[in-house]
């Protein structure tokens, strides 16, 4: 049995592009209505980001606040862990264009591939790369410019998505703060539910995969909901299962945003009651591997996380994957 916390995190910054789309500037384009956004979904504005920006550099922007907050230097990573699902090109690396901006020359960098769950599963990779002595620090992003992979002639995909990124400097635990458990999952046999069925080596970009709009987020959106709130609810018993706590200890629940009522779902299962939970997908839509991360730094900004607090952050995407993680800050 693996005495832990082997790992905490050490610093966290966040970065999001400056404009906001409300529902109201989909109600010109689209047939749909604030109503049914914020009913439905609980949203009411994402951030798209503008031509030009790259995903390195919001990367890069969230990743100096976090090394900041941690007292870490480019030289000191040991690794840079980039969780997207929107990567400025397909080869390289993200990770690696994000090595390059931060000096980080002491560092193995790499893209991770699991959807809205890549920033958990960065986090349990971190912690694995510590306990193995491969590195004292490990840099985990979590980053998304969806904007640029949604039809936003789609009312169904369009409303939902927003942009941002999350960093955190995951560090090797000196006291019994840091991570207590973690919990990650996939089943692959769901992929086709939430995809992008073109552009890719099986069904390389042609101008028929540009007319029939499949290099676009495709979802099956009941399917979806349903089986989010069925993976969150086991990865919230997993963490706990494994930290050896109880949900009435956990002090706040940070779910990834993908939707109120899945959040409301989880919390309910879970047995915690919605003022422990963050909740900021009204202000910044789902954005991926980017949203648990965002939440937790507005947690911690609002003075909500104080050191000692037991944190659960339960994530769920494409794949499917899920996963979680009991925190004492
Ligand atoms: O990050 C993890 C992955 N993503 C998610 O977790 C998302 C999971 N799914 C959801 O959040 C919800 O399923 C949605 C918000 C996407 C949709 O909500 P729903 O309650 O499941 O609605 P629905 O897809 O069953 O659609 C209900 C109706 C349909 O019309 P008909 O067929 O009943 O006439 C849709 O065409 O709502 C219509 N609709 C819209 N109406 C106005 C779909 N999108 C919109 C829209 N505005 N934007």
Not at 177 to 200: C, N, Q, V, Y
Request: proline share 3%.
């Amino acid at each position: 049995m693996i005495k832990r916390p082997i790992a905490r995190i050490s610093g966290l910054g966040v970065a999001v592009p400056d404009r906001i789309v409300t529902n109201h500037d989909f109600e010109k384009t689209l047939e749909t209505s604030d109503q049914w956004i914020v009913e439905r979904t609980g949203i009411k504005e994402r951030r798209h980001a503008d031509p030009g920006l790259t995903l390195a550099e919001l990367s890069k922007r969230a990743s100096l606040i976090a090394m900041d907050r941690a007292k870490v230097g480019p030289k000191d990573l040991g690794a840079i862990i980039l969780g997207t699902a929107t990567q400025d090109r397909l080869l390289p690396s993200t990770a690696c264009d994000l090595q390059a901006l931060l000096g980080a020359d002491n560092a193995a960098a790499y893209d991770l591939s699991a959807a809205c769950s890549g920033w958990l599963y960065g986090l349990t990779q971190a912690e694995g790369l510590i306990a193995s002595g491969q590195s004292e620090h490990v840099l985990v992003i979590g980053a998304e410019l969806l904007s640029r992979i949604v039809d936003q002639t789609d009312r169904t995909t369009a409303i939902l998505f927003g942009d941002g990124a999350g960093a955190a400097v995951v560090s090797r635990a000196t006291d019994d703060r840091g991570m207590l458990s973690t919990f990650i999952r996939s089943d692959g046999k769901l992929a086709e539910l939430l995809w992008r069925p073109g552009g890719g080596a099986r069904n390389p970009i042609s101008q028929a995969v540009v007319n029939d709009k499949s290099h676009y987020i495709r979802m099956a959106g009941r399917e979806v909901f349903k089986s989010a709130v069925l993976t969150m609810a086991e990865a919230c018993d997993e963490a706990l299962r494994r930290a050896g706590v109880t949900s009435d200890q956990i002090d706040l629940l940070i779910p990834h945003q993908a939707n109120i009522r899945i959040i409301q779902a989880t919390a309910d299962h879970a047995g915690i009651p919605m003022e422990k939970v963050i909740v900021n997908v009204d202000r910044y839509g789902n954005t991926s591997s980017a949203s648990i991360p965002l939440a937790l730094a507005e947690a911690v900004e609002q003075g909500r996380v104080k050191p000692g607090s037991l944190l659960l952050l339960v994530a769920f995407g494409a794949g499917f994957t899920w996963g979680s993680t009991v925190i004492r800050w």
